[in-house]
């Protein structure tokens, strides 16, 4: 099925090397006409022509992906290269107040909730965040529990090859239950090229005003191959 939406750009994870597709990225937002979440992937890697977060994509094509049974799953019906051919212009309204918005339809106390409802993408209030790095030697052995795509080509760690360190966030749902998820933002990973060597790697945490003594809200997503292991694709 083919359908056009006017897509509010939430969010996009850092590329990963799919043996089927090569270097793709997921691209997750907000579904303005019909109030949702949606996901679109996998996207190619191209520096001229990306997604950009708050920013909302005015008729912007997409069609089923068969080989996904997320209903919030989208493929792209153009190439990457045509992205600059649709109407986008930045989100001009309320953050705060659409977060809200987003939230109260959305939002979810917990990630059990989550797995027995068969959602897919989500946002939460972290309670109490923690962010930290992870060696990524430490955990090549899980490597695929952390990949957007189940055919990952293992000799490219989740390509991400040339980052030590894999961002986490620790943090509490507001049923108390703790959580470790990978923050699997483009952006998280962007910052250690380009803010980290002057600034070191924790700097992260502190541009996104992540701290232990208030709460933040994230966008989650499933792994479509394992449905119950999630990641962060962006924080508010």
């Not at 924790?202 to 394992?226: E, R, Y």
């Amino acid at each position: 099925m083919e359908n056009n939406i006017d897509f509010l750009c939430l969010g996009q994870t850092v590329p990963e090397e799919s043996k089927k597709y090569g270097l793709r990225v997921c691209t997750a937002g907000w579904d303005v006409n019909n109030e949702c979440l949606v996901r679109i992937y996998p996207l190619g890697v191209n520096k001229d022509h990306h997604f950009k977060r708050w920013h909302i994509y005015k008729n912007l094509p997409v069609r089923n992906n068969p080989k996904d049974s997320r209903k919030e799953s989208w493929r792209l019906n153009i190439d990457i290269t045509e992205l600059s051919t649709i109407d986008c212009k930045k989100y001009d309204g309320n953050r705060i107040a659409a977060l809200k918005m987003m939230f109260d339809l959305y939002g979810s106390k917990d990630i059990v909730t989550l797995n027995q409802s068969r959602k897919s993408l989500a946002i939460i209030n972290m309670v109490k965040p923690h962010g930290y790095f992870e060696n990524k030697s430490k955990i090549i052995q899980n490597v695929n529990q952390l990949s957007m795509f189940e055919d990952l080509n293992t000799n490219n760690m989740l390509g991400k090859n040339g980052f030590d360190y894999l961002p986490r966030i620790e943090f509490k749902d507001e049923l108390n239950k703790p959580h470790k998820l990978m923050f699997n933002s483009w952006d998280a990973y962007m910052h250690q090229i380009n803010l980290a060597p002057k600034y070191g790697k924790d700097n992260l945490w502190n541009q996104l005003k992540l701290s232990p003594k208030d709460n933040k809200l994230a966008l989650i997503g499933n792994m479509n191959h394992q449905r119950n292991a999630w990641l962060i694709i962006s924080t508010f």
